[in-house]
Structures are given as C-alpha cells and as structure tokens.
C-alpha cells in the first residue's frame, strides 16, 4: 500500500467511553509498533507486535489499554473508560523485520480527545 | 536509565546558516540512533540513521561515543528544512523490541 493507515483521523470521546484506533501496516511488514505523543512531547512507546505475538507490552500505561494483531496485518488498539489523560496522538509504526537499525514508517496518526 | 535528550526546543536560523541540532543520548550498550523529520502536516518520516552513515537533504550526523552525541548538522540552511526534528534511540531493553525511545524534539525555524 501506500504506507501506514491510521483510522480515524481525529475522535472525541466522553470521559468513560471506549474507544478502538486502527491500524492497517505495509504490507509484509512483520513488526507493528504503537506509540503515545502528548502535547509538546516525543512519541513514547506503547506496545510491539511481532506478526501477531504481542511480544512487549510494557509502555501500556494501564489495564485500561489493549491491543491486537490477531491475523498479524491490522492492529487495534482499545482504551476502556477512557480518561482525560489520555488525550493524545496514538501512533502506529510498522518495520520489514526485527533489526535494531530497521527503519519505521509511521502512519498519520490518530488525535484523540477526551472531555 | 535509557534515554535521549534534545536541549533545545526552538531552533531559530537565517537561511544559508549552519544549522546544529543537539541530541545527547544515555544507553547501556551500542546504540542504534536515526533522526526523525515531521514537516508541517505530514506524518513522522525518517531523515536519517547512523548505521547508514549517509547524507539526506544536506544533513549529517556523527555519533559520538565519547560524548553521548548524535547532533544533526547542515552547513547552509534552507527554507524548506523548517519541521519538528526527533532524534530516537533504538532500545532492546525489556523483551525482543527495537523500540524507539525518542527525545522531546527540535522546532527548526529558517527564516528568509
């Protein structure tokens, strides 16, 4: 494809809702990445999947956060009874393998907003 | 402690400037650095990586073991270079991740 697709663009949420952010990889890419930006801030890792084994989950910032990859292509990424800190940009990456000096291509983002 | 740290967050130059984008790093073992570009409403893209040693758009960087640096550098500033500039650093740490751990990023302004 045409890269890394990210859906939606843009979502607001009341405080306490769920929410689900996609995302489609390249094809063939066989590492999928989710990171976190806040306002001012550098992206931050969420979570890593290697085709679909979620193999690091340690930058999910709480119980509230989930993902999958279950044919190891899409990705979702859930937040349950979202809170206001969790206004951010969600941005998902993908990488041909697993090499360190692998470069990531990332996807436009998702910017979601709680009130 | 893994991290990178970008000191400046607004880097201000006249065009056909030397422009130097500091990043300083803290990694326990050989680091995998990049540089990171987001121009004005479009998606993070990667300029360039250190493994690469390679010119991209007139910028270069040289890790620095000794000192913990990875600035990116170009002699003459242009216009169009004007973007947000991540440096990241690929980590290993916690499970069979290349994660990227990134610094809080460099506003470039080239102004005419």
């Known amino acids: 494809g045409a890269g890394v697709s990210q859906s939606p663009r843009y979502k607001v949420a009341k405080r306490g809702q769920d929410v689900a952010l996609r995302c489609d990889p390249i094809?063939?890419?066989?590492?999928l990445f989710w990171y976190q930006q806040a306002l001012g801030q550098g992206p931050e890792f969420l979570t890593y999947f290697q085709n679909e084994a979620q193999l690091d989950k340690s930058g999910l910032p709480s119980d509230r956060f989930f993902a999958e990859r279950p044919e190891g292509s899409v990705s979702t990424l859930k937040i349950q009874r979202t809170q206001q800190e969790d206004s951010a940009v969600y941005l998902c990456a993908s990488s041909h393998g697993q090499g360190r000096n692998q470069p990531q291509h990332f996807g436009d983002g998702t910017r979601l907003s709680i009130l | 402690a893994q991290r990178v740290t970008q000191p400046e967050k607004l880097l201000s130059v006249f065009k056909g400037a030397p422009v130097e984008l500091k990043c300083n790093y803290s990694y326990s073992g050989s680091p995998e650095l990049f540089w990171y570009v987001q121009y004005s409403r479009q998606r993070l893209q990667l300029l360039l990586r250190?493994?690469s040693r390679e010119s991209i758009k007139g910028f270069t960087a040289d890790l620095n073991k000794g000192e913990t640096s990875f600035h990116l550098k170009k002699p003459f500033a242009q216009e169009e270079d004007s973007a947000m500039y991540y440096c990241?650093?690929?980590?290993?740490?916690?499970?069979?991740?290349?994660?990227?751990?990134f610094g809080t990023g460099t506003l470039l302004a080239v102004q005419p």
């Open positions: 990241a650093l690929s980590s290993i740490y916690g499970g069979a991740t290349n994660k990227l751990i």
């Open positions: 250190h493994i």
């Open positions: 094809s063939g890419h066989v590492s």
